[in-house]
């Protein structure tokens, strides 16, 4: 599998480099999926990838989180961004995110991560199994689109959903980490809102190597997901049904729908696959 990852890796940073029609794409423009580079690190064995967010545009690294709710980021150190809009309490956003708290307890000058009359989110950190409040807010992330087999504009989401965090929540996470994407089954993870955003199917495709030295990458959107010259690797995937497990783990109580992929499995020769 190391030639394929090398392949497309070699695909996605050439195309990103040379090609001179890659800028922001018009609204009118709807991607037919979206894709994003995946590392290994080396030190933590995490998985890791890049979002561009804010504006100006701020390339962040993030540590994959395939249960997690949402996306949190670090805005204690020197979050600035003239697109940023804390979501008020009782808002839509705060709705949509399942909020059931409002932040009235920043005492200091209004910033992201410190606004009052915001919704309270509550981002966690499994690595060390801490978690912490955070302030829901939106800005702006570009990403690459694709459709399964070239690269094509670079498209924005205007206001993503995310919630701001405390730098003393990345303890644990690969050096030079600012959060961690949240890719569960709610309203507000990242492939959710890349699907409300471009009107594409809920799916999303991780190709993980188990290299430090090869590239993965993550597919949003329908396939194919081409990885080598035709070759699809969509088509010859195993696919499962997915199961809906009704009680969360991350609070402990019935009644409350897990953010987590669970799937059926089969006994003989422990064989497990998913469609996640």
Known sequence: MASS??????????????????????TSFRPKGLVLPVQKDPSTLQYITQLNQRTPLVPLNLTLDLGAQFLWVDCDQGY????????????ASCSLAGSHGCNTE??????????NNTCFMFPNNPI????????????????????????G??????QLLFVCSHTFLLEGLAGGVKGMVGLGRTKISLP??????FSFP?????????????????????GPYMLLPNTDASASLIYTPLIVNPFDLAASRLGF????FFRRTTCANFNFTSNA
Not at 128 to 151: A, E, F, M, P, Y
Not at 153 to 158: D, G, I, K, L
Not at 202 to 221: D, E, H, P, Q, Y
Request: charged share 10%; aromatic share 10%; net charge positive.
């Open 5 to 26: 990852f090398q392949y497309f890796s070699l695909l996605f940073f050439s195309l990103l480099f040379l090609s001179p029609s890659l800028g922001l794409a018009q």
């Open 80 to 91: 600035s961004s003239t697109t940023y809009r804390p979501a008020r309490c009782g808002s």
């Open 153 to 158: 504009r670079v498209v924005s989401v205007p």
């Open 128 to 151: 060390i199994s801490t978690s912490t409040g955070g302030d829901l807010g939106s800005d702006v992330v570009s990403v690459q689109s694709t459709d399964g087999k070239n690269l």
């Open 257 to 260: 729908t897990s953010s987590l």
């Open 202 to 222: 809920r799916k999303f495709a991780i190709c993980l190597s188990s290299s430090t030295r090869s590239s993965g990458v993550m597919f949003f959107g329908n």
């Open 192 to 197: 959710a809102q890349f699907s409300a955003a």
């Open 106 to 115: 920043c005492n200091s000058a209004a910033r992201p991560g410190c606004n």
